[in-house]
């Protein structure tokens, strides 16, 4: 069966974008209303929060605002989902050409909007196939985002968004959110760290290989200086791919009790996704 037009525009449109995507977002800091344009097109109302799959535990957390979560607790927001809908390929890898990180790992998609997305992009899952696919993309090194990104609901022409909750699992290399610095601040801030999340550099450990350097970090956090690696805490969103770079152990993230109590809330909140 042949598949709707508007599915191939839409597809050729992200594509699109995604070449061009740090061209436009260096736009929005340099007109307000080139902005907000943007900023309504693509990213109004997005709430977007980054899981590091280094950090491992299984308590609920509550927080407000866009923040770093444990892989566990996506875990638990499949969980509690009927409709899943598993992204065939990922979009982002396919159209940059990736050869570093698995291309056939795509988004998660939640919510009874999922249910309306075509065929062609992902297939109706279940709670097993979705929670191994996440299991995938931990061990391919990935970071996984999750929330309400508008650009999904825009590209495959689906409603409502608060209807669709998007996991992606984002490779250092290819990851749309690479735009992040180049941004304006109105639209980066909507992606937050979490308080109590802190990101070490150990030097005793560290053997300056610079792995960590290659166009790891998305928010241009790390640099070498003095001769030896260091992290701008003001840059940090701990997103944790530095610390899968490091085959030293030079690099962890730690968190205290704060951070966990303070993530339950912000997931239930997400999890509001009714029709």
Not at 162 to 186: F, R, S
Not at 201 to 217: G, V
Request: net charge negative; charged share 30%; hydrophobic share 35%.
């Amino acid at each position: 069966m042949r598949r709707p037009r508007f599915a191939d525009i839409s597809i050729f449109t992200l594509k699109y974008i995604f070449n061009w995507r740090f061209w436009i977002a260096e736009i929005t800091k340099k007109s307000k209303i080139y902005k907000k344009i943007i900023d309504k097109m693509l990213f109004e109302d997005d709430e977007i929060v980054i899981i590091p799959n280094t950090i491992n535990i299984n308590k609920k957390i509550e927080s407000d605002g866009s923040e770093f979560l444990p892989t566990d607790v996506i875990k638990d927001v499949i969980r509690r989902c009927d409709d899943i809908v598993i992204m065939n390929s990922c979009l982002c890898r396919t159209s940059n050409g990736c050869e570093d990180y698995p291309q056939d790992i795509g988004c998660i998609f939640l919510g009874p909007t999922a249910r309306k997305i075509p065929k062609h992009i992902g297939k109706l899952s279940t709670v097993e196939e979705a929670l191994e696919h996440v299991d995938r993309a931990d061990a391919a090194g990935l970071s996984h985002l999750i929330g309400r990104n508008k650009i999904d609901t825009v590209w495959m022409n689906v409603k409502p968004g608060k209807g669709l909750l998007t996991i992606c699992h984002c490779c250092p290399c290819c990851c749309l959110w690479k735009v992040y610095p180049n941004l304006d601040e109105e639209i980066s801030d909507k992606v937050e760290k979490l308080d109590g999340v802190t990101v070490k550099i150990h030097e005793d450990k560290c053997k300056k290989c610079k792995k960590c350097l290659d166009e790891i970090c998305m928010f241009t956090a790390i640099s070498f200086t003095n001769n030896k690696i260091t992290i701008n805490p003001d840059n940090c969103k701990g997103c944790g791919l530095c610390t899968n770079a490091c085959k030293f152990d030079a690099i962890t993230i730690e968190y205290d009790d704060e951070t966990i109590d303070n993530v339950v809330n912000r997931v239930d909140n997400l999890l509001e996704i009714k029709d």
